[in-house]
């Protein structure tokens, strides 16, 4: 069967790999239909020095796929059934993981597609406890932006800012997957939506997916524009993952007593922090990382009802794949790239 791995930094090849065998005690045989591009495969792809990784290595971290075969001791999956696939391999055993609090999974064996072989191949074996069923209505491509790109998202807003109807919000990169996912899944619930963009022809499909204000962060100051649009008083909450090139400007778009949720950070790792403006401003500051295996399931309701679409940039195929992961590092994208498998 056909994968996709990478050999070493910057270089990815097709190459055959034996098929996955029988699935053993409960597992199952997915096969992928469509794995969604995230920057963890662009980190991958780069090259992360602070990372112990195996190589060569399946990448791909976000996917869907349809189930095959049935192992021994599975009921709740059929032959036929599309799923969404949880990116962690955790125990399913530890205290966090029995109370579902899944990406807290004490004893977490690594992430696919970074960690461990990723999705970008034919089929794979997996345990039935990882993967999430879509209901009727959601297409394959859908399934597959269920575990990172809204998965996290509600993740965010939902468990860890603990978003309210009526509240403001700045979504950083409103064209990033995780981007479109913020807008919408705000919007939908009666926030008003601040967004940032890093060029003009993003701003007319950002407001498209229901942001109220778009500002593109090459031209003005996003957080002088945010104090106007607050009339002083800065957003409730800052859903950040740019890192290094927007923290100390999201820190000052804040209310006090305003929240940031960060899952991320592409610009860079290190950033700088006025204690004094965090405490005397009592702003609350969120690591977010994954999601619930519940998160997957409630994103997966809202696309069914109508209520969240994904955003699609491209479908690709193997052989676009440093194409697409270039287009990605230059940010020269709005919503996700696909991989078709
Ligand atoms: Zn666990």
């Keep these: ?112 597609g970074f960690h461990l072989d990723g999705f970008a191949q034919e089929r794979i074996n997996l345990p039935a406890r990882l993967l999430v069923p879509a209901p009727p209505g959601v297409s394959d491509v859908a399934a597959a932006l269920a575990p990172v790109t809204f998965g996290t998202v509600e993740h965010m ?4 800012a603990k978003l309210q109807p009526g509240e403001t919000i700045l979504v950083h990169a409103g064209g990033s997957g995780i981007g479109t996912a913020a807008i919408q899944l705000a919007k939908k619930m009666g926030c008003t939506v601040i967004t940032t963009v890093g060029s003009d022809a993003k701003i007319e499909p950002a407001k498209a997916l229901g942001a109220d204000h778009v500002i593109n962060y090459r031209e003005d100051r996003f957080e002088g524009v ?78 069914a009802q109508g209520l969240v679409h994904p955003v699609i940039d491209t479908e690709v195929t193997f052989d676009d794949i440093d194409t697409a992961l270039k287009r990605m590092e230059g940010r020269d994208v709005f919503g996700k790239i696909i991989l078709r498998v």
């Design 1 to 112: 069967m056909r994968a996709l791995q990478l050999i070493e930094d910057r270089r990815l090849e097709t190459v055959d790999l034996p098929e996955p065998g029988a699935p053993e005690l409960g597992e199952v045989t997915v096969a992928i239909k469509a794995v969604a591009l995230n920057h963890i495969d662009v980190w991958g792809w780069r090259g992360m020095a602070f990372a112990k990784r195996k190589m060569p290595l399946v990448i791909g971290a976000e996917a869907s796929g349809v189930v095959e075969t049935v192992g021994p001791g599975v009921s709740n999956l059929r032959p036929g059934e599309l799923v969404s696939i949880y990116g962690a391999r955790i125990c399913g055993r530890c205290k966090n993981c029995v109370e579902k609090r899944d990406n807290l999974c004490e004893h977490v064996q690594g992430v696919h």
């Design 157 to 160: 807003l939902f468990d860890n």
């Design 226 to 303: 945010v104090r106007k649009l607050t009339k002083k008083r800065g957003v409730d909450v800052v859903f950040e993952h740019v890192g290094a090139d927007t923290f100390a400007g999201s820190m000052l778009s804040m209310k006090k007593g305003g929240r940031l949720v960060t899952c991320g950070s592409t610009s860079g790792v290190s950033t700088q922090i006025n204690l004094m403006q965090l405490f005397q401003q009592q702003l609350k500051l969120l690591g977010s990382f994954g999601c619930r295996m519940e998160n997957m399931a409630n994103a997966m309701q809202k696309m």
